[in-house]
């Protein structure tokens, strides 16, 4: 069946304005200025141009929205918690490479 | 279909108030939300506490849902009454805050499909033309995928409501072009292969999660490999050369004599290729292995230097 399948070329280095990226994340541009202004959104912006994002600042809205409508958190809340997160991801990454290296056989 | 106990999902008495109910949902939220709990099955939690909550909180469904008695158990086959919600009057809406996949055949047996679930929380207006959703997915890819890139057949899951108006899976197979470099947590997109546009809309696209799954040889930070590279005592005390392998084949490399045990060395771009960025590193991290003194040679050896080496490693503790 493998011939059947089709065959797609992913999008590796994209970038979102403000309204893509609001559209992509179902809500309004007011909310993702807030993740901005939290510092949890890190848009570049090219000198006359408008905002870009980019796909890890989606990644990061989409986690910020859900924990915000899940626990009923602000986004500053949210914004704590992401970097939580990433701390104890780091962390628990590092204690991983570091166990593998040394009781490895 | 299964019976399913709310009040024991939330972990509340039947009586509990909706303060309680609030708090013990809040609680386990925090808990099982699939962006804060590395469960595996902290997104099947999640999902049957919200289903859980969304009766439970709503004075009228959870008036409804008791009116179902008390004598049914958790996972019984269970058939709603043919009258079971006479008299209890729905105001309707107000289903469903998260966007996510839908609720069990339980839940809407009883309240019907929640409406507006799409992902995005795009409402699916009538005939409005209106783009299709995006999707999202995760694939775990391996280390050696990542690093040549790779051609890979993936099955996804794709919900979709079928006739009836239940949200099913529809398995989807198709071919993605992995590029070389992919790293941990990098999302690739497929533009236009999300869900169908409403009335004339475009695709929606197809988002991809990366994962790299664990190597039985490399570690990888980042775009850094690491690698456990065993050695004599020998090749430690003397420098020698001894061969590594890396992801894009074996290596000399050279130990100067002296190493130690944990002495990370350096293969400079030896690590996973970035795009516009230079490639990562991969690090030997040297690990001095003792021969078993499993021979009467081996142990006239061990014996030789211990009354001729005068090496104390526990100096340092006053031993």
């Given at each position: 069946?493998?011939?059947?399948?089709?065959?797609?070329?992913?999008?590796?280095?994209?970038?979102?304005?403000?309204?893509?990226?609001s559209?992509?994340c179902?809500?309004?541009?007011?909310?993702?200025?807030?993740?901005?202004?939290?510092?949890?959104?890190?848009?570049?912006?090219?000198?006359?141009?408008?905002?870009?994002?980019?796909?890890?600042?989606?990644?990061?809205?989409?986690?910020?929205l859900?924990?915000?409508?899940?626990?009923?958190?602000?986004?500053?809340?949210?914004?704590?918690?992401?970097?939580?997160?990433?701390?104890i991801?780091?962390?628990?990454?590092?204690?991983?490479?570091?166990?593998?290296?040394?009781?490895?056989? | 279909m299964?019976?399913?106990?709310?009040?024991?999902?939330?972990?509340?008495?039947?009586?509990?108030?909706?303060?309680?109910?609030?708090?013990?949902y809040?609680?386990?939220?925090?808990?099982?939300?699939?962006?804060?709990?590395?469960?595996?099955?902290?997104?099947?939690?999640?999902?049957?506490?919200?289903?859980?909550?969304?009766?439970?909180?709503?004075?009228?469904?959870?008036?409804?849902?008791?009116q179902?008695?008390?004598?049914?158990?958790?996972?019984?086959?269970f058939?709603?009454?043919?009258?079971?919600?006479?008299?209890?009057?729905?105001?309707?809406?107000?289903?469903?805050?998260?966007?996510?996949?839908?609720?069990s055949?339980?839940?809407?047996?009883?309240?019907?499909?929640?409406?507006?679930?799409?992902?995005?929380?795009?409402?699916?207006?009538?005939?409005?033309?209106?783009?299709?959703?995006?999707?999202?997915?995760?694939?775990?890819?391996?280390?050696?995928?990542?690093?040549?890139?790779?051609?890979?057949?993936?099955?996804?899951?794709?919900?979709?409501?079928?006739?009836q108006?239940h949200?099913?899976?529809?398995?989807?197979?198709?071919?993605?072009?992995?590029?070389?470099?992919?790293?941990?947590?990098?999302?690739?997109?497929?533009?236009?292969?999300?869900?169908?546009?409403?009335?004339?809309?475009p695709?929606?696209?197809?988002?991809?999660?990366?994962?790299?799954?664990?190597?039985?040889?490399?570690?990888?930070?980042?775009?850094?490999?690491?690698?456990?590279?065993?050695?004599?005592?020998?090749?430690?005390?003397?420098?020698?050369?001894?061969?590594?392998?890396?992801?894009?084949?074996?290596?000399?490399?050279?130990?100067?004599a002296?190493?130690r045990?944990?002495?990370?060395?350096?293969?400079?771009?030896?690590?996973?290729?970035?795009?516009?960025?230079?490639?990562?590193?991969?690090?030997?991290?040297?690990?001095i292995?003792?021969?078993?003194?499993?021979?009467?040679?081996?142990?006239?050896?061990?014996?030789?230097?211990?009354?001729?080496?005068?090496?104390?490693?526990?100096?340092?503790?006053?031993?």
């Amino acid at each position: 069946m493998v011939g059947s399948e089709q065959s797609y070329q992913p999008d590796i280095e994209y970038r979102f304005t403000l309204a893509e990226i609001s559209r992509c994340c179902g809500v309004t541009d007011e909310e993702i200025l807030l993740l901005v202004a939290e510092g949890v959104l890190n848009p570049c912006e090219p000198t006359g141009h408008e905002w870009q994002f980019d796909s890890g600042d989606l990644s990061r809205a989409m986690s910020a929205l859900r924990l915000e409508r899940d626990l009923g958190i602000n986004p500053a809340g949210a914004a704590l918690a992401i970097e939580l997160l990433d701390e104890i991801q780091r962390l628990r990454d590092r204690v991983h490479l570091l166990e593998a290296l040394v009781f490895q056989r | 279909m299964d019976y399913k106990d709310y009040y024991a999902v939330m972990g509340v008495a039947r009586d509990a108030t909706q303060d309680d109910i609030k708090r013990a949902y809040r609680k386990l939220a925090r808990k099982f939300h699939p962006d804060v709990s590395k469960a595996a099955d902290a997104e099947v939690r999640f999902k049957e506490l919200g289903e859980a909550y969304e009766v439970l909180k709503d004075a009228e469904k959870r008036a409804a849902y008791d009116q179902l008695g008390r004598d049914w158990r958790a996972g019984q086959e269970f058939r709603p009454p043919p009258d079971w919600d006479a008299g209890v009057e729905y105001s309707g809406g107000g289903f469903n805050e998260r966007g996510q996949a839908g609720y069990s055949d339980f839940f809407e047996s009883l309240f019907g499909r929640a409406g507006g679930f799409q992902a995005g929380g795009f409402a699916r207006a009538g005939q409005v033309r209106a783009r299709g959703e995006d999707h999202h997915s995760k694939i775990d890819v391996s280390l050696e995928d990542a690093f040549n890139g790779a051609t890979l057949s993936l099955q996804l899951r794709v919900p979709e409501y079928d006739a009836q108006g239940h949200l099913r899976e529809r398995p989807r197979r198709l071919q993605v072009k992995i590029p070389r470099g992919v790293t941990s947590g990098k999302r690739i997109r497929l533009t236009g292969q999300g869900g169908a546009g409403h009335s004339g809309g475009p695709a929606g696209d197809l988002y991809l999660e990366v994962w790299l799954r664990p190597h039985p040889v490399y570690q990888v930070e980042g775009k850094d490999v690491f690698v456990n590279l065993p050695i004599t005592p020998w090749e430690a005390a003397l420098g020698g050369k001894v061969q590594v392998p890396t992801l894009g084949g074996r290596v000399d490399l050279n130990i100067s004599a002296g190493a130690r045990s944990g002495q990370r060395l350096r293969l400079k771009g030896r690590g996973l290729p970035v795009a516009g960025e230079p490639p990562g590193d991969q690090f030997a991290v040297l690990q001095i292995m003792t021969p078993p003194a499993d021979s009467p040679e081996a142990k006239a050896l061990y014996e030789k230097m211990a009354s001729e080496m005068s090496f104390n490693p526990r100096a340092h503790l006053g031993g």
